[in-house]
């Protein structure tokens, strides 16, 4: 039982009930306020006026009894740790409605540790911003126009991509580092690239034009033609 010699310090608490609201994604019409506080084990009464958020709130609390986070949020996960932090393996936790007709208990919390970062194969279409690196010695990367992430590149590459420095738009095929909470991308490793025009989408076309004075879809082959440049260019 909690008293003032064994007792939770009430900024625990604060975060604790932030951390489920940010966890439950409210909208501006669901409301999530804490109603009162009941008995010697100071229970705390959540009120709620939205039932997917109470539903939620269900969901949440029987996972985590059950220590079962496949398919949790990064901000339900962030909730698991604070309630972790909370307990500290020295108090247990009961959610339940009011009339009791759903009821669980939460012991310990065992989130299961998970990689830091994953990699896939993917695309950045865009104009090389900047090349270099830190140091003469250190690794060489790009910025590219159209993503917000570094991509590392080697010798030979950086010595054909510097003729492309803020001039043609390339497509680069690389290998991306990305978070696993967040699914951010960190940064990538280039694969290769391939060369595209330099010329907006509005410039090809007119080019298209002049190459087609009679028009560009005619027939069926000059239709297919025009598309195909449009892409590779």
């Given at each position: 039982?909690?008293?003032?010699?064994?007792?939770?310090?009430?900024?625990?608490?604060?975060?604790?009930?932030?951390?489920?609201?940010?966890?439950?994604?409210?909208?501006?019409?669901?409301?999530?306020?804490?109603?009162?506080?009941r008995?010697?084990?100071?229970a705390?009464?959540?009120?709620?006026?939205?039932?997917?958020?109470?539903?939620?709130?269900?969901?949440?609390?029987?996972?985590?009894?059950?220590?079962?986070?496949?398919?949790?949020?990064l901000?339900?996960?962030?909730y698991?740790?604070?309630?972790k932090?909370?307990?500290?393996?020295?108090?247990?936790?009961?959610?339940?409605?009011?009339?009791?007709?759903?009821?669980?208990?939460?012991r310990?919390?065992?989130?299961?540790?998970?990689?830091?970062?994953?990699?896939?194969?993917?695309?950045?279409?865009?104009?090389?911003?900047?090349?270099?690196?830190?140091?003469?010695?250190?690794?060489?990367?790009i910025?590219?126009?159209?993503?917000?992430?570094?991509?590392?590149?080697?010798?030979?590459?950086?010595?054909?991509?510097?003729?492309?420095?803020?001039?043609?738009?390339?497509?680069?095929?690389?290998?991306?580092?990305?978070?696993?909470?967040?699914?951010?991308?960190?940064?990538?490793?280039?694969l290769?690239?391939?060369?595209?025009?330099?010329?907006?989408?509005?410039?090809?076309?007119?080019?298209?034009?002049?190459?087609?004075?009679?028009?560009l879809?005619?027939?069926?082959?000059?239709?297919?033609?025009?598309?195909?440049?449009?892409?590779?260019?």
């Amino acid at each position: 039982m909690l008293s003032i010699e064994n007792g939770i310090p009430a900024i625990e608490i604060g975060e604790l009930i932030t951390s489920l609201a940010e966890a439950l994604h409210l909208s501006k019409e669901q409301s999530f306020v804490l109603s009162e506080i009941r008995g010697n084990c100071y229970a705390l009464g959540l009120t709620t006026n939205s039932v997917t958020v109470y539903e939620n709130l269900k969901v949440i609390h029987r996972k985590v009894s059950d220590n079962e986070y496949s398919g949790f949020t990064l901000d339900e996960k962030k909730y698991a740790n604070k309630l972790k932090q909370v307990l500290k393996k020295k108090y247990y936790l009961d959610a339940y409605d009011a009339n009791k007709d759903y009821k669980v208990r939460v012991r310990e919390v065992n989130i299961p540790e998970t990689p830091e970062f994953y990699y896939e194969i993917g695309t950045v279409n865009g104009i090389i911003t900047s090349i270099g690196g830190k140091t003469l010695s250190g690794k060489t990367s790009i910025n590219v126009n159209q993503s917000d992430f570094p991509v590392e590149i080697n010798d030979i590459q950086e010595n054909k991509l510097i003729n492309y420095y803020k001039g043609s738009k390339l497509l680069l095929t690389i290998k991306k580092k990305i978070n696993f909470e967040t699914d951010k991308i960190i940064s990538g490793q280039l694969l290769d690239f391939e060369v595209g025009s330099s010329k907006n989408f509005a410039e090809l076309v007119a080019d298209l034009k002049n190459e087609t004075p009679e028009g560009l879809f005619n027939n069926i082959d000059d239709a297919v033609t025009a598309v195909r440049k449009l892409r590779e260019d």
